[in-house]
Every structure is written in structure tokens, then in C-alpha cells.
């Protein structure tokens, strides 16, 4: 008689052990550290439970966002306990984005629901932490220069995201209404694709360390100046070629949604 290997919790789902997750997945070579060496092994120990008991892809994002969004609210507060409770949130909500990935590889239901939802966490978590940061040292009596330049920091990243989610939004609808991409194309898309390769994997990594520096004396001055000076200049140059790519790819020509029929000479 053969022993069953679905839990209780499962949904039906064959359990699985560590083995299972990390043969589900081939991480790219240029992976940030903070990815490579941190989130994802922590991840892969996490998803096992996560998937045996059940739990969908979907679910674990909107419990990272939930996360997420509790720990900006304790980085505002500004008290350094609270402050490093904020810490382990917003860290735990790190390592689960890598979860989610798992368990969409995994139980091969991901869906565009869960590629929606899981963009808009990252920009409200990731994105706006150097702003309540901020908050929380103005609220501290650090004054309002923290505000202006954690609102900048946070803007300029959200900017960033911004594009780069209207880039894919476009690029998708031209090649549904005009045909797939030429070589020449992908050529330009990679060419800046490799010139913001280091900027990407510096923001990461920022994001992901740089917030345990505000529990070190004065550690909220270091994490803005670190991230006014690394981050922002991080995020402008993956701005620049955004819309670098954008502007190199984007050019096919078109026909307005609203156009109206095209005048006729008897009637010019």
C-alpha cells in the first residue's frame, strides 16, 4: 500500500521538501546579493510549509503587501524599538516576494492577477520605505530637511517604477497590434538592458540592507545620505534607460483609438 504524501492542508497538493524548490528554479547569474545570498535560500526554506499547507502564490503576496505596509507605518513612528520591529517586517516581506515566486513555479497557477498585485507591492513597499523613514526621524526632530529628501528618494524610485511598468504595458500593445519584436529591436533593448545591469542589482541591495543602518546612532542621516547618493543616482541612470529603451523600440507607427475617418479630398 502506498503511504500518501498530500498533507492535511494541502488542497491536494503532493508535499514537497527543499530539493523539490530549488530544483524549480534557475536563478540568473547576475542576481543581486541581496537575492542570491539572502532572500531566496530563506525563502526556499519558507516554501515548503507555505505550499504544503496550501497557500497560493496570490496569497502570500497580499500578505506581503499587508506586511509591507505595516512596517512603513512603524518606520513613521520613529521610535528605535518599534524601529527595529519595522525592520523585521519589512524584511520578512522581502524574502517573500521570493516565496510567491516559488509557489507559482511550483503549482504552475501564476496569472496576471498575481503579476499586477505583486508589481504594486513592490513599489509601495520598497518604494516608499527611505519616505517613512523620513517621517519617522522628522517626527524624532530631525527636522524637515529628512522629509524633503526621503520625498525625493521615494519619488524618484516611484518614477522609476512608473516607467518602467508603462514601458511593458506599451511595448505588449504594440506587439499585439503591429507583430513580434525585430532582432534590431531586442539588440536596443538589450544593449540598455546590460547598461543598467549594476544599477539594478545596487537598488536591490539597498533596499533590502541599507534600512538596518537606521538602528546604528544618527543610522537614519547615513540611510538617507547613502541612498541620495547611491540609490537616486542608481534609480536615475534605470530611468534613463527606460525610457532609453522606450524611445529606441516604441517607434513603429500607429493609429489613434479615437481617430475618425480620414478626410476626402472633395471635402478639404
Known amino acids: 500500500m502506498t503511504e500518501s504524501r498530500t498533507g492535511r492542508f494541502s488542497g491536494g497538493r503532493i508535499r514537497i521538501g527543499l530539493a523539490e524548490v530549488r530544483a524549480s528554479f534557475r536563478a540568473p547569474e547576475d542576481e543581486p546579493i541581496s537575492l542570491a545570498y539572502f532572500a531566496r535560500p530563506l525563502a526556499n526554506l519558507m516554501t515548503p510549509a507555505f505550499y504544503n499547507l496550501g497557500v497560493t502564490a496570490d496569497q502570500v503576496i497580499l500578505l506581503r503587501l499587508l506586511i509591507g505596509g505595516f512596517s512603513l507605518v512603524l518606520f513613521a513612528i520613529g521610535n528605535y524599538w518599534v524601529g527595529f520591529v519595522g525592520l523585521v517586517a519589512f524584511t520578512l516581506a522581502y524574502v517573500l516576494d521570493c516565496v510567491d515566486g516559488n509557489l507559482s513555479r511550483l503549482d504552475d497557477k501564476g ?5 499586477f498585485i505583486d ?3 513592490d513599489d509601495v513597499v520598497l518604494f516608499a520605505a527611505p519616505f517613512a523613514i523620513a517621517i ?4 524624532d526632530g530631525g527636522g524637515g530637511a529628512a522629509m524633503v529628501i526621503g520625498g525625493i528618494a521615494s519619488i524618484i524610485a516611484l518614477l522609476t517604477g512608473t516607467a518602467r511598468h508603462r514601458f511593458s504595458f506599451v511595448r505588449e500593445w504594440m506587439i499585439r497590434r503591429t507583430g513580434p519584436l525585430s532582432d534590431k529591436d531586442t539588440a536596443r533593448i538589450n544593449y540598455f538592458e546590460r547598461i543598467r545591469n549594476w544599477p539594478v542589482r545596487l537598488s536591490m541591495n539597498l533596499y533590502c540592507f541599507a534600512p538596518w543602518l537606521i538602528l546604528l546612532p544618527e543610522g537614519r542621516w547615513v540611510y538617507l545620505g547613502l541612498t541620495v ?3 537616486v543616482s542608481a534609480n536615475l541612470i534605470w530611468l534613463a534607460t527606460t525610457v532609453g529603451q522606450a524611445s529606441a523600440v516604441l517607434r513603429r507607427p500607429r493609429q489613434a483609438v479615437h481617430a475618425g475617418e480620414p478626410a476626402r479630398k472633395s471635402d478639404v
Open 111 to 115: 496569472n496576471y492577477w498575481g503579476k
Open 119 to 121: 508589481g504594486f507591492a
Open 136 to 139: 519617522g526621524l522628522w517626527e
Open 229 to 231: 547618493a547611491f540609490g
